[in-house]
Structure formats: C-alpha cells, structure tokens
C-alpha cells in the first residue's frame, strides 16, 4: 500500500503548484509537456523490456487511454464548468474502478462497493459547492469520460501486470507514457492551437513543469498502477480519493490559502476525510 500513499502525498501538493505557479499556461500544454518529462524519465528501461510487440502495442494503447484521453477530457472540462464542479466530478473515479473489475472478473463485490460509495460521499462531502454552470452536462460527460478512461487504465494495468509477473514494472512503463504523449500532443495541436510545449513559460515554471513531469506525473503514476497491482480493488479504489482531503489542507494551510477557508469548509474536511478513512478501513479488511 505504500506505493499509492507516496504519489498520494506528491499530488496532494500538484494542484497548489497547478493553481499558483502555472496560473496562465494552458492545461493541455502543462499536460503534454508533463507526459513528455515522464517519458524521458523511463526511455532508458525500454531496452529491459522482456515483452512481445503485441504487448508493448497494448501497453502504449493503455497509456494513450488512462493518461492521454483522462488528461483531454479533465483539461477540456475546464473549458465548460468551473473548477469546483471539476473537482467535484472526479469522485466518481473509484466507483467506476469497483464496475469495471467486477465486470471484467464477472463477479460483485459489495463490501468494496460499500467502501468506494462511502469513499465517494466523503469526497463529495469536501468539494460540493453551488452548481450554477450552463453547461454542466457537457462538462460532467467530459469528466466521466476521464474517470472511466483513468479508472479502466488502473484496473487493466493490475490484472496485465499479475499475469506476467516476471516483467518489472520499471520497464515497460515507458510505453505508457509513450502513448500517452502522442495522444496529448495532437489533442494539444488540435483542440487549443497552441504548440504542445509552452514556450514562453517563466524560468520558474519551467521548474515547476520539470518537477511535475518527472516527479508528480513520472513516479507518480508509476507508483500509483505498481501500487494497483500489490492490494485489492477495494483500496486502490478508495485510495483515488484520499487525495482529495490532503489537497484541499495542502492548499489552505501550506499555499495559504487558509484564509478562504470558512469553518463550514473546515468542518467538510473533517467529515469528508473521516468517511474517507472509514471506507479504506472497510476495504483493507474485507
């Protein structure tokens, strides 16, 4: 379980970074440029790889879809509805993960049901805000399409992995980010205009970018799917939003933001990671 707390605690600080030091740039640019910085960090280990070339096509298809569509269509979003409804729509990602094990092993499991539904609450608990957006409906199609996209990645990438125990992690995660590239690049290109790489970002957030390339996008989803194929669906599942209360306290007291922050907000964050604590409690032990 180790390996989803680390990028769980790394992430818990992107959206501050996001929010602060990248204001300005555009969102498929940091995410595009962030894949490629990942990409170069895993390019030497491909020459490791012990796989077939049907493999590795599917392991670049699989990047393409849990990173490269998840990171279009949650950027797209933005375009639509405001932010608070894009955080608040991303907690649908765990349920999706428990559908799509349990349709793929042709089984239910209702204990992890209960604890991703819970899991889901107390996030939601923590993010609702009014809903006030004329196009909401567009914006929550585009987040589910990234929540089914990242959460399909997750679990395909557990049950590719388990079957093939031999092959390490490390080498073969390069493909990922490979597909993953590609895709954002020509969604860079075609839907914002912009050229996939900004260019004219400041000295500083071309460190930012570095760091969240190879840090918070290169180990991190490399640790989160090594991590997905160590523990049970049920806690990778909830584990998607654990995030959510270190974000948010990230935010307030470290980015400090913490004088936006009522004590109805404050109060949310207790009670939504509560529930959050209870659901991975239910799923380790079921």
């Not at 539904?117 to 608990?125: K, T």
């Not at 199609?141 to 395909?156: D, E, T």
């Amino acid at each position: 379980m180790i390996y989803l707390v680390i990028p769980t605690l790394i992430w818990a600080f992107s959206f501050g970074l996001i929010g602060n030091t990248l204001k300005g740039l555009d969102p498929l640019q940091i995410a595009d440029t962030r894949l490629l910085f990942a990409l170069i960090a895993f390019l030497p280990f491909i020459k490791l790889a012990n796989t077939n070339r049907q493999e590795k096509w599917q392991l670049i298809m699989l990047g393409a879809l849990q990173y490269g569509v998840m990171y279009t269509c949650y950027l797209s979003a933005f375009r639509y509805i405001p932010s608070h409804l894009v955080a608040l729509f991303s907690v649908f990602t765990p349920l999706y993960i428990v559908i799509i094990n349990d349709l793929r092993q042709r089984c239910f499991t209702p204990w992890y049901l209960v604890a991703t539904l819970l899991s889901v609450f107390g996030a939601a608990v923590i993010k609702m805000d009014d809903i006030d957006s004329s196009e909401i409906w567009l914006g929550f199609c585009l987040m589910q399409i990234a929540n089914m996209a990242f959460a399909f990645g997750q679990v395909y990438y557990r049950d590719w992995k388990q079957d093939r125990p031999d092959i390490s992690d490390s080498s073969v995660f390069g493909f990922l980010y490979l597909g993953a590239a590609v895709f954002t690049s020509i969604a860079t290109l075609l839907i914002s205009s912009q050229p996939p790489i900004p260019l004219d970002a400041t000295p500083t957030q071309w460190l930012v970018l570095v760091y969240m390339g190879f840090i918070a996008s290169g180990l991190g989803f490399f640790f989160w799917n090594k991590g997905a194929t160590q523990t049970s669906v049920g806690v990778l599942a909830t584990f998607n939003n654990a995030v959510v209360p270190l974000a948010m306290f990230a935010s307030l007291f470290i980015f400090g933001e913490a004088k936006g922050g009522s004590p109805e907000e404050l109060l949310r964050l207790a009670i939504g990671s509560l529930l959050i604590v209870a659901a991975l409690l239910i799923a380790k032990r079921k």
